[in-house]
């Protein structure tokens, strides 16, 4: 396989990254030259459909050709509806699937050399597993595997440090809080607990700040009925308050304060466009969220409980998702749970990204894509029944290699040599059984060419 594509198909934004054995990359989404890509949908009038950020933007404007959050319904009966047609969440999942792979260069959208795998939350069941592997069909997405969503966020974070460890992870995205314990223990990663949340996350943030805030600011300074919830064009008001309440919570990632202004091309009952102009500061902000966030670090010291360990077993906490982005959050979260952050890894990408390098992992010619073997072996020479075993995948930065003999010879002996470093063991004697340590001076693939001799000192030809 020649390329290995990973992708968070998130609820509310999705990431496509690929691997070469070496390196990863994130391929930017080409309109908006951002990381990530909303997983929203619009149809115009015409027909024609939008996607990723143009059609998110439509959602206060008309909710109702919009199509979003279809990922909560994913191995459901349920219809998504869209203007005046009707979607399963698995063609709309397709959908956004196929939009990002449009973020990938022509050479490997058209290569058949081509693995992906998809995340899915870890308290995805079999139907919903079953539904993400359909939207791929439907997508034309060819060799195709599922992994959870915490352990792509654990692979991420080992690429840059491989000792053995206890993680906490810590996914809160827009709908959702999902908490993981997982263990590495010799490059493999084992779960231990799992716990969750639903209705806590970014878009429950939104609507916090929208009631609590933005909507008394618009009933103080505009004349709006009590029972406004009830009229259709208060309900639209509402999403454009909340769209942009949600602009102002991200502006808090960087700033002191931020503004929840514009136009919303709605008049109050005495005809008077009603514009926004509301200030909000971090303090006021957190103390609107601190329930929330409380309820979450509740979640996840259960968790911890689950799996048996105390915050002095875990190493670190691994901060997945966009609502992660702000500071004040990630710090209430470290001090309360007694355990340090993690910030090596992009909150909005590192998920696509452990996808990306678990695809290379995997035996894609085998059935049920298991992982790739750690041990292998090639036989070189068949007079002698000569076979050199090696560590085929390895997280350390050496590797044996052993030579296997079914007859003993006399003065026999080989020697191996670097393809990319020019190293070289020297001719060692061969003999069963014995072993050269090779150095691995980079990630991905090390060739390495093996020579025999005679006791002539006359090269062996080998098979292979």
Same mark, same amino acid.
């Given at each position: 396989?020649?390329y290995?594509?990973?992708?968070?198909?998130?609820t509310?934004?999705?990431?496509?990254?690929?691997? #070469?054995?070496?390196?990863?990359?994130?391929?930017?989404?080409?309109?908006?030259?951002?990381?990530?890509?909303?997983?929203?949908? !619009?149809?115009?009038?015409?027909g024609?459909?939008?996607?990723?950020?143009?059609?998110?933007?439509?959602?206060?404007q008309? &909710?109702?050709? $919009?199509?979003f959050?279809?990922?909560?319904? *994913?191995?459901?009966?349920?219809? =998504?509806? %869209?203007?005046?047609?009707?979607?399963?969440?698995?063609? $709309?999942?397709?959908?956004? +699937?196929?939009? +990002?792979?449009?973020?990938l260069?022509? &050479?490997?959208?058209?290569?058949?050399?081509?693995?992906?795998?998809?995340?899915?939350?870890?308290?995805?069941?079999?139907?919903?597993?079953?539904?993400?592997?359909?939207?791929?069909?439907?997508?034309?997405i060819?060799?195709?595997?599922?992994?959870?969503?915490?352990?792509?966020? =654990? *692979?991420?974070?080992?690429?840059?440090?491989?000792n053995?460890?206890?993680?906490?992870?810590? @996914? +809160?995205?827009?709908?959702?809080?999902?908490?993981?314990?997982?263990?590495?223990?010799?490059?493999?990663?084992?779960?231990?607990?799992?716990?969750?949340?639903? *209705?806590?996350?970014?878009? #429950?943030?939104?609507? /916090?700040?929208?009631?609590? /805030?933005? *909507?008394?600011?618009?009933?103080?300074?505009?004349f709006?009925?009590?029972?406004?919830?009830?009229?259709?064009?208060?309900?639209?008001?509402?999403?454009?308050?909340?769209?942009?309440?949600?602009?102002?919570? =991200?502006?808090?990632?960087a700033?002191e304060?931020?503004?929840?202004?514009?136009?919303?091309?709605?008049?109050?009952?005495?005809?008077e466009?009603?514009?926004l102009?509301?200030e /909000?500061?971090?303090?006021?902000?957190?103390?609107?969220? #601190? &329930?929330?966030?409380?309820?979450? /670090?509740?979640?996840?010291?259960?968790?911890?409980?689950?799996?048996? +360990?105390?915050?002095?077993?875990?190493?670190?906490i691994?901060f997945?998702?966009?609502?992660?982005? !702000?500071?004040?959050?990630?710090?209430?979260?470290?001090?309360?749970?007694?355990?340090p952050?993690?910030?090596?890894?992009?909150? %909005?990408?590192a998920?696509?990204?452990?996808?990306?390098?678990?695809?290379?992992?995997?035996?894609w010619?085998?059935?049920?894509?298991d992982?790739?073997?750690s041990?292998?072996?090639?036989r070189?020479?068949?007079?002698?029944?000569?076979?050199?075993?090696?560590?085929?995948?390895?997280p350390?930065?050496?590797?044996k290699?052993?030579?296997?003999?079914?007859?003993?010879?006399? @003065?026999?002996?080989?020697?191996?040599?670097s393809?990319?470093?020019?190293?070289?063991?020297?001719?060692?004697?061969?003999?069963?059984?014995?072993?050269?340590t090779?150095?691995?001076?980079?990630?991905?693939?090390?060739?390495f060419?093996?020579?025999?001799? @005679?006791?002539?000192?006359?090269?062996?030809k080998?098979?292979?």
């Open positions: 396989m020649k290995f594509v990973g992708i968070d198909l998130g509310t934004n999705s990431a496509i990254s690929t691997f #070469d054995g070496e390196n990863v990359r994130i391929w930017k989404n080409k309109k908006d030259q951002t990381d990530v890509t909303p997983s929203a949908i !619009y149809t115009d009038k015409r024609k459909k939008f996607y990723g950020q143009a059609a998110y933007r439509k959602i206060p008309d &909710e109702k050709n $919009c199509a959050l279809f990922k909560r319904f *994913m191995g459901t009966s349920n219809k =998504i509806k %869209m203007g005046d047609k009707e979607y399963t969440p698995e063609e $709309c999942s397709a959908e956004i +699937l196929r939009e +990002l792979y449009k973020n260069p022509e &050479e490997i959208r058209e290569s058949d050399e081509v693995a992906t795998v998809i995340t899915v939350p870890a308290a995805f069941n079999q139907m919903q597993n079953a539904a993400t592997l359909e939207a791929a069909k439907m997508a034309g060819g060799k195709v595997a599922l992994m959870q969503e915490p352990v792509a966020a =654990i *692979m991420c974070v080992m690429r840059q440090k491989k053995d460890s206890n993680f906490l992870i810590y @996914d +809160l995205g827009g709908g959702t809080l999902d908490v993981a314990i997982a263990e590495n223990f010799s490059g493999k990663i084992n779960f231990l607990a799992h716990g969750g949340q639903t *209705m806590c996350g970014g878009r #429950d943030f939104d609507r /916090i700040l929208t009631n609590q /805030i933005v *909507m008394p600011w618009i009933m103080e300074n505009y709006i009925p009590r029972d406004w919830n009830k009229k259709e064009k208060y309900k639209k008001l509402f999403r454009i308050a909340t769209y942009m309440a949600e602009i102002a919570k =991200i502006e808090l990632s700033d304060v931020a503004h929840i202004e514009g136009e919303t091309n709605i008049a109050d009952e005495n005809g466009d009603i514009y102009d509301v /909000i500061s971090r303090e006021e902000y957190n103390k609107l969220i #601190d &329930e929330m966030v409380m309820q979450s /670090i509740e979640t996840t010291r259960e968790t911890i409980e689950k799996s048996g +360990l105390t915050p002095h077993d875990i190493d670190r691994i997945i998702g966009g609502p992660t982005n !702000y500071k004040p959050l990630r710090d209430k979260v470290s001090a309360e749970i007694g355990i952050g993690n910030f090596d890894v992009n909150p %909005m990408t998920v696509s990204e452990g996808a990306a390098i678990f695809a290379e992992s995997i035996d010619d085998s059935d049920l894509h992982r790739k073997s041990t292998q072996q090639v070189l020479e068949k007079d002698l029944g000569l076979t050199f075993r090696y560590e085929s995948r390895t350390n930065k050496k590797a290699i052993a030579a296997m003999l079914k007859r003993s010879v006399k @003065d026999f002996t080989f020697e191996i040599n393809v990319s470093t020019g190293w070289t063991s020297g001719t060692v004697p061969l003999e069963n059984k014995a072993i050269i090779v150095p691995l001076t980079k990630r991905g693939e090390n060739k060419i093996v020579t025999a001799y @005679d006791n002539f000192g006359k090269e062996l080998l098979t292979e």
